[in-house]
């Protein structure tokens, strides 16, 4: 067995991905709300295309996420 690289041990770093995927969660579905407001306002105050815009949100949110641990992932393979 071979010693772990002290490199990627880094807590900080983990502790700033979880705050980056918290983050990125809470800002996509925001922008999805307004998105969805947006539309709403625009087709005569339908609420479906609020509840999509938070769906749409949220959709995008998990594969940033997805995308973000990935390239952590990679990063601490190296």
Request: hydrophobic fraction near 45%.
């Amino acid at each position: 067995m071979s010693k772990p690289d002290p490199r990627n041990e880094n807590p900080w770093k983990a502790a700033g991905l979880v705050g980056a995927l918290g983050a990125n969660l809470a800002i996509c579905v925001v922008l999805g709300y307004y998105a969805g407001s947006f539309i709403s306002e625009r087709t005569g105050g339908h609420k479906g295309w609020l509840i999509a815009g938070v769906l749409a949100g949220l959709i995008a949110g998990i594969a940033n996420i997805v995308l973000l641990i990935k390239r952590f992932l990679e990063d601490t393979n190296e």
